[in-house]
C-alpha cells in the first residue's frame, strides 16, 4: 500500500484501497495461521494460494497506480489462476475424518476423544 499510496488520484481511491489491503492481508494470516495451526497439506496449499492471490493484487495495483510493469497481463494472469488453483485444489483435497480435533501441538489427531457434557 505505501508504494502505490502516492499514485492514487484522489482521498476516496486511498481509502477504497486501504481497505481492501487490509481484507487481503487478514485473509493471507488467517490462512497461514489455520496451516501453522493445524499442518495439513490442504492447509498449507490455501495459506501458499492466499500470498499468491495478494502478491497478483499488488502487481495489479503497481501496473495500475505506480508503473507499467513489463509483461503485466502474463504476471498478473499467471499469479492469479496459480492462487486459485491452490485454493480450489484444496478444497477438493481429502478432509480429515469428523473425529479430527487438534492437538496442543497443532496437528491434526483422528483417534483423540471429543469430551461430551
Given at each position: 500500500?505505501v508504494?502505490?499510496f502516492?499514485?492514487?488520484?484522489?482521498?476516496?481511491?486511498?481509502?477504497?484501497?486501504?481497505?481492501?489491503?487490509?481484507v487481503?492481508?487478514?485473509?493471507?494470516?488467517?490462512?497461514?495461521?489455520?496451516?501453522?495451526?493445524?499442518?495439513?497439506?490442504?492447509?498449507?496449499?490455501?495459506?501458499?494460494?492466499?500470498?499468491?492471490?495478494?502478491?497478483s493484487?499488488?502487481?495489479?495495483?503497481?501496473?495500475?497506480?505506480?508503473?507499467p510493469?513489463?509483461?503485466?497481463a502474463?504476471?498478473i494472469?499467471?499469479?492469479?489462476?496459480?492462487?486459485?488453483?491452490?485454493?480450489?485444489?484444496?478444497?477438493?483435497?481429502?478432509?480429515?475424518?469428523?473425529?479430527?480435533?487438534?492437538?496442543?501441538?497443532?496437528?491434526?489427531?483422528?483417534q483423540?476423544?471429543?469430551?461430551?457434557?
Amino acid at each position: 500500500y505505501v508504494t502505490v499510496f502516492p499514485g492514487l488520484p484522489d482521498l476516496t481511491l486511498k481509502l477504497a484501497v486501504a481497505a481492501y489491503a487490509a481484507v487481503i492481508s487478514l485473509m493471507a494470516a488467517q490462512a497461514l495461521g489455520r496451516a501453522r495451526l493445524i499442518q495439513t497439506a490442504a492447509a498449507t496449499r490455501v495459506a501458499i494460494g492466499a500470498c499468491i492471490f495478494m502478491l497478483s493484487d499488488s502487481l495489479i495495483a503497481i501496473d495500475r497506480f505506480v508503473q507499467p510493469l513489463p509483461m503485466a497481463a502474463f504476471w498478473i494472469l499467471s499469479t492469479y489462476y496459480a492462487a486459485q488453483l491452490l485454493i480450489v485444489g484444496s478444497a477438493l483435497s481429502p478432509k480429515p475424518s469428523a473425529d479430527a480435533v487438534p492437538t496442543a501441538q497443532g496437528r491434526i489427531d483422528t483417534q483423540a476423544q471429543i469430551p461430551t457434557a
